[in-house]
């Protein structure tokens, strides 16, 4: 996407490179959410800067797992979560919906780092955010693909526009 209300394109760009604390994957699979097309309309006004490859999680395969993966191998069939959150505050992290969508100045930053999403051939993704799935999901990468629909919820809270302090009620029946 290079820009918001641009109709999305078909590009070729460099292949993108894990460094430590990442991991490549192919991706396989991956799911449109039923809003995508106001969040690159811009109507939904997410904080994304583009250019960016937008997409919210996938099913993969990894390609390269970097030295301190230490049960992830190349070939694995995994799952990608797109939520990502900062390494250097475990009790308040920054957080990113890694190809759609932050909140804040260190979610921006996160999502400036890892702005390649699902709607790549590969991608880097964080080791942490990278679950092995059963050999049979391979059979139907889609299928699995549907996961990252759960990360709806995060884009429901952007739009609130909620902030600390605030209170918050969560319903059961959301799904």
Same mark, same amino acid.
């Given at each position: ?8 394109? *078909? ?5 993108? $490179?894990?460094?430590? =604390?990442?991991?490549?994957? $192919? ?11 106001? *969040?690159?309309? =811009? ?9 960016? *490859?937008? =997409? ?9 797992? =970097?030295?301190? #993966? ?8 995994? /799952? ?5 959150? !900062? ?12 190809? /759609? !969508? ?6 921006? %930053? ?7 999403? &699902?709607?790549?051939?590969?991608? %880097?993704?964080?080791? $942490? ?6 050999? &049979? +999901? @391979?059979?139907?990468? +889609? %299928? /699995?693909? +549907? ?8 884009? @429901?809270?952007?739009? @609130?526009?909620? #902030? ?5 009620? *969560? !319903? @059961?029946?959301?799904?």
């Amino acid at each position: 996407m290079t820009r918001f209300g641009a109709p999305l394109t *078909v590009r070729e760009l460099p292949d993108p $490179e894990a460094g430590g =604390g990442e991991v490549l994957v $192919e991706v396989l699979a991956t799911c449109v959410a039923p809003y995508a097309a106001e *969040v690159f309309g =811009g109507v939904r006004n997410y904080p994304l800067v583009p250019p960016v *490859v937008p =997409g919210i999680g996938a099913v993969g395969r990894i390609v390269h797992a =970097g030295p301190d #993966a230490t049960r992830l191998r190349a070939g694995d069939l995994v /799952w990608c979560d797109c939520t990502v959150r !900062s390494r250097d505050d475990a009790l308040t992290p920054d957080i990113a919906l890694q190809g /759609w !969508s932050s909140r804040g100045e260190g979610g921006a %930053r996160l999502a400036r780092h890892l702005h390649d999403g &699902a709607f790549a051939e590969l991608m %880097r993704v964080p080791t $942490e955010n990278v679950f092995p799935l059963p050999a &049979a +999901a @391979g059979d139907d990468p +889609a %299928r /699995w693909a +549907a996961l990252s629909v759960h990360t709806i919820a995060y884009g @429901g809270l952007l739009a @609130g526009g909620l #902030a600390a302090g605030e209170t918050l009620l *969560v !319903s @059961g029946a959301t799904g």
